[in-house]
């Protein structure tokens, strides 16, 4: 075979094999961006979206303890129901949080429920699991459960006003915000 004979073969096959190769890359490219812009929408969606959250906060020498529901997200959230097991009822006997069902709670909101420290320390059962349900303005649901435990000695940091030294209290208040950034 001498070599005039390949040439025309050769200039055949390379443009099938450019346009072969091109095409490849066109469709793994096609696929990678695809595959991008999903994983970018979903991140948008994440970020953007609320982030409803149930805790137990306590202050010390306070009579009362509190369980707040806030939204940490960016976006509204409309409660659907928030579910406590076992029930956990008021001192009147009405669940807790049960009047929140059908209302929003607009980023950054928080709703506090309070009890006397004498009623905490007289419930039987001091575990509980807490499930908040919700839905975006987009009618995406949402689902978080915590578990809150009334028997925790755990309590945050918080200054009041003590005596009638200004410069005490200014200290005792940078003091508390130093341990609320650590």
Not at 101 to 124: M, V
Request: glycine fraction near 4%; charge should be neutral.
């Amino acid at each position: 075979m001498n070599i005039q004979d390949i040439i025309p073969a050769i200039q055949i096959l390379t443009p099938i094999l450019a346009i072969t190769i091109s095409t490849v890359s066109l469709v793994v490219t096609s696929r990678i961006g695809a595959k991008a812009a999903r994983l970018t929408k979903e991140i948008a969606e994440e970020r953007e979206r609320p982030y409803v959250a149930i805790y137990y906060h306590s202050i010390p020498n306070y009579d009362y303890k509190t369980i707040i529901i806030k939204n940490f997200g960016r976006t509204g959230a409309h409660i659907q129901d928030i579910i406590f097991d076992p029930i956990l009822d008021d001192n009147m006997g009405n669940p807790v949080f049960a009047k929140l069902k059908g209302t929003s709670l607009a980023p950054a909101q928080s709703i506090t429920y309070s009890f006397k420290s004498s009623f905490i320390r007289n419930i039987k059962q001091k575990e509980y699991q807490v499930s908040a349900n919700y839905y975006d303005g987009k009618n995406k649901e949402f689902t978080e459960t915590f578990t809150i435990n009334f028997g925790s000695e755990v309590e945050f940091r918080s200054t009041y006003r003590t005596s009638d030294d200004f410069t005490k209290d200014i200290s005792y208040t940078l003091q508390d915000m130093y341990h609320k950034m650590i």
